[in-house]
T-cell receptor
Framework: GQQLNQSPQSMFIQEGEDVSMNCTSS?????WLWYKQDPGEGPVLLIA?????ELTSNGRLTAQFGITRKDSFLNISASIPSDVGIYFC????????????FGTGTRLKVLA | NAGVTQTPKFQVLKTGQSMTLQCAQD?????MSWYRQDPGMGLRLIHY???????DQGEVPNGYNVSRSTTEDFPLRLLSAAPSQTSVYFC?????????????FGQGTRLTVV
């Protein structure tokens, strides 16, 4: 079945550094969603992407929908301690449906 | 804004017991789903519903039942709990606007089966 692979699995960074992570799929996706999960909480939507090549920002976060439609990237600029958490990519199993699959997540730890 | 509400937040069950995890949303979303989250495996879809009276299986449905009698509620039933069902369970709801959709999650139910 379809899988979403995220890398890196985890990362430690210094406060103020920029962070990059990516998500790749074995199949084409028409929608990419990026979520953040804080400890003990449910995932919260950060950015939604609906068009190949699309670049969308949300504050210090920028995400891109890859041209091949098989990947997506998330960048965080000037990281701060509250960026700690797990970042998930997600996409619909079948285009136009509500059935999402999620990546395994990138765990981010920020050192003050 | 309540959004998606899950109860209970924590639960410990003995093997073989049954229970129902509750999920309610107040956004009038037609689509609701249940996921389980295990360490290192992201979220996996258990069951989902595209509207009242309509449910279907996700990736890992075995051992779970669902029903959708109203738009607001989507309970998840464990028929006979097993240690392999120890996990964190998330309920989500979403709605389409054109071709665009975004899922909103509850805070989760942490279940331990001993």
């Amino acid at each position: 079945g379809q899988q979403l692979n995220q890398s890196p699995q985890s990362m430690f960074i210094q406060e103020g550094e920029d962070v990059s992570m990516n998500c790749t799929s074995s199949s084409i996706f028409n929608t990419w969603l990026w979520y953040k999960q804080d400890p003990g909480e449910g995932p919260v939507l950060l950015i939604a992407l609906y068009k190949a090549g699309e670049l969308t920002s949300n504050g210090r976060l920028t995400a891109q929908f890859g041209i091949t439609r098989k990947d997506s990237f998330l960048n965080i600029s000037a990281s701060i301690p509250s960026d700690v958490g797990i970042y998930f990519c997600a996409g619909p199993l079948t285009s136009g449906t509500y059935k999402y699959i999620f990546g395994t997540g990138t765990r981010l730890k920020v050192l003050a | 804004n309540a959004g998606v509400t899950q109860t209970p937040k924590f639960q410990v069950l003995k093997t073989g017991q049954s229970m129902t995890l509750q999920c309610a949303q107040d956004m009038n979303h037609e689509y609701m789903s249940w996921y389980r989250q295990d360490p290192g495996m992201g979220l996996r879809l258990i069951h989902y519903s595209v509207g009242a009276g309509i449910t279907d299986q996700g990736e890992v449905p075995n051992g779970y039942n669902v029903s959708r009698s109203t738009t607001e509620d989507f309970p998840l039933r464990l028929l006979s709990a097993a240690p392999s069902q120890t996990s964190v369970y998330f309920c989500a709801s979403s709605s389409y606007r054109g071709m665009n959709t975004e899922a909103f999650f509850g805070q989760g139910t942490r279940l331990t089966v001993v």
